[in-house]
C-alpha cells in the first residue's frame, strides 16, 4: 500500500516507519506539511495519492494544551478534520491515532469502545473532537484510542524517570491515577496490522494491564537497576493546570471481539523498551 504518516519524526511516528517499511511510506512532519493548513493538506494529498493516510501528528502537552486550548484545537481537532475532508475527496482511509484522556476516569472497570466519551481537559476534547470529525466525515476509518505511550524516540515518561534518577537522591509519582502503560512500538505494529484489513472502526491498543504512575515508575527503575525511593503522592500534590482522569485503563476489546492478536503486558513492553536501548 501507498501510505502517508503525518506527524513522521515524532515518537510514534519513528516506530510507524519501521512497522510499515513493506509498503510505500510518504513520511511527512511539520516541515513538510502543516496539517492545519487546509490548502497545503489538500494539495498534498491529491499528489501522493496514497491508498491510506495514518495522522499520527498532534499537539500531546495535555498541560500545554490547557494554558493554549485554540493551538490545541487548532492541531487535533481542526487539523484533524483538514485531513478528514481530503481522505474523503480522493477516498482514501484513513487512521486517527486518539488517546485514553477522552474519559473522564469516573469507571472501576477498564473502558471499551462502547463507552462514552467525557473528557475532563483541552486536550481530551480537542482529541475526541478529532475523532468526531474522522467518523462524521469518512466511511472508510480508524479510530485507535491508546495511552501512557513511550519509546525510543522523544520525551515520555520513561525517560524522565531514569533523567530524575540520575539527578536525584530520591523521587516522588503521583499514585492515585491509573492507566495502561504501552510502548510504542507494540502500537506501531498494531497499526500496521489493522490498517491492511479494511474493517474499519474504532479500537483500544494498549498493551494488557495496568498500574498506577507510581507503580510504573517503581517497575521502570527495577528494570533499569536503579535503587532510589520513590515516595508516593496524591494528584493534587502536583497542582498541574489540567485535570487527568483518575482511571482511564483501556480494554482492547474491538481487537478482541474481531479475532486480533493480543497485545502483549506491558512490564513485557517496557523490557523489550530496555533491550532495544541497551
Avoid at 513538510?32 to 500531546?60: G, H, M
Avoid at 485507535?144 to 523521587?171: C, I, P, S
Avoid at 498494531?190 to 490498517?195: G, L, N, Q, T
Avoid at 515508575?217 to 489540567?242: F, M, T, Y
Wanted: with cysteine.
Amino acid at each position: 500500500m501507498k501510505i502517508i504518516v503525518t506527524g513522521s519524526k515524532g515518537q510514534l511516528g519513528h516506530d510507524l516507519a519501521e512497522a510499515l517499511a513493506g509498503h510505500d511510506l510518504i513520511l511527512l512532519d511539520i516541515n513538510e506539511l502543516d496539517i492545519t493548513d487546509f490548502n497545503a493538506v489538500l494539495r498534498k494529498v491529491d499528489e501522493v495519492k496514497p491508498q491510506a493516510l495514518i495522522n499520527s501528528a498532534a499537539y500531546t502537552n495535555v498541560d500545554g494544551c490547557e494554558e493554549n486550548p485554540a493551538l490545541a484545537y487548532k492541531v487535533n481537532a481542526v487539523g484533524t478534520q483538514n485531513l478528514a475532508i481530503a481522505c474523503q475527496k480522493f477516498d482514501i482511509a484513513m487512521l486517527y491515532v486518539s488517546t485514553d484522556f477522552v474519559f473522564d476516569g469516573n469507571h472501576d472497570v477498564p473502558y471499551t469502545e462502547f463507552d462514552d466519551p467525557n473528557p475532563l481537559s483541552v486536550y481530551g476534547r480537542s482529541k475526541l473532537a478529532g475523532e468526531r470529525y474522522v467518523a462524521s466525515l469518512l466511511n472508510k476509518y480508524f479510530i485507535v484510542r491508546t495511552a501512557w505511550l513511550y519509546g525510543t524516540h522523544g520525551h515520555n515518561f520513561v525517560k524522565t524517570m531514569l533523567k530524575l534518577a540520575a539527578q536525584r537522591d530520591k523521587l516522588a509519582v503521583v499514585n492515585d491515577q491509573f492507566g495502561s502503560p504501552t510502548f510504542s512500538r507494540d502500537l506501531a505494529q498494531k497499526i500496521a496490522e489493522i490498517i491492511v484489513t479494511g474493517e474499519y472502526g474504532l479500537y483500544h491498543a494498549v498493551n494488557t494491564g495496568s498500574c498506577s504512575w507510581f507503580d510504573f515508575s517503581r517497575e521502570i527503575l527495577r528494570q533499569a537497576g536503579v535503587d532510589i525511593p520513590i515516595k508516593p503522592i496524591n494528584s493534587h500534590e502536583l497542582e498541574r493546570p489540567a485535570p487527568r482522569p483518575a482511571y482511564s485503563v483501556l480494554k482492547n476489546y474491538s481487537l478482541e471481539l474481531r479475532g486480533f492478536s493480543p497485545m502483549r503486558p506491558w512490564k513485557s513492553g517496557l523490557t523489550e523498551y530496555f533491550k532495544l536501548k541497551g
